[in-house]
């Protein structure tokens, strides 16, 4: 196989991996929700599709899938575009999915790119290892502002600078804890009225660059300590 592409493979292509080592399927999860009036709706799924290529490149035999662009994301529903399927259809999705991806791969990696999503992983991974599946979990942990302020939009300027929208303005700054609640119980939009919690306004494509780099490194870390079998590059 050409590319590490699961979408551009032929079956053979595919089957003809696993005699030169272990194989690894990738998954970038993603949503489609909004991100404000700067950012598009598939902001998620477009980070988690760079992330999936990031890990592809440290894992030998590794495959990219197709990204699951929808999420639990029932929090932002009060805006236009918003498609979530709920946190129980989530994990059902990634449970049969993983079970369906190893019965062709050795291992399956997991790359999320959305809050929302972490709940449901976390249940369909552990169920997924309890049935004696190689499954492993990853996301970024950047910190900064909580959705489509400065680190979100620091990504997209480094990943897809011609899909940020001009005119980006700060949203409610206040500290996640303290919106949790009210998020939870009343959704994005009865705090967050253009559905941005964190300041966009001094968001960089250089940021995005170094995120992405701090990224690559704790990925590293997090595959270091897999199977010995899969040797990082």
Not at 23 to 37: D, F, R, S, W, Y
Not at 47 to 52: M, P, T
Not at 108 to 119: I, S
Not at 159 to 171: K, T
Request: net charge negative; glycine share 10%; proline share 6%.
């Amino acid at each position: 196989m050409s590319a590490a592409r699961l979408d551009r493979a032929t079956w053979p292509e595919v089957d003809e991996r696993a005699v030169t080592g272990p194989t690894t399927l990738i998954v970038p999860l993603g949503a489609t929700e909004q991100h404000g009036p700067h950012l598009p709706i598939g902001t998620d799924t477009k980070i988690a599709v760079a992330l999936a290529g990031l890990a592809a490149a440290e894992l030998p035999g590794a495959v990219v899938a197709p990204a699951v662009p929808y999420g639990s994301s029932g929090e932002h529903q009060d805006f236009a575009g918003t498609l979530s399927i709920g946190a129980e259809a989530t994990e059902l999705l990634l449970v049969e999915l993983g079970r369906s991806a190893t019965e062709s791969f050795d291992r399956l990696l997991l790359v999320n790119a959305h809050g929302g999503n972490a709940g449901s992983l976390r249940a369909a991974v552990e169920r997924l290892r309890d049935e004696g599946r190689d499954v492993r979990a990853w996301s970024p942990s950047w910190g900064g502002d909580a959705h489509a302020g400065r680190t979100e939009t620091s990504l997209m300027l480094a990943l897809a600078p011609e899909s940020v929208r001009d005119g980006c303005a700060a949203g409610n700054t206040a500290p996640l804890a303290t919106l949790i609640d009210d998020l939870r119980a009343q959704g994005v939009r009865a705090v967050a009225p253009d559905g941005v919690l964190g300041d966009p306004t001094e968001a960089s494509a250089a940021e995005g660059r170094w995120l992405i780099a701090t990224a690559v490194e704790q990925l590293r870390a997090t595959l270091a300590v897999w199977s010995p079998a899969v040797r990082v590059r």
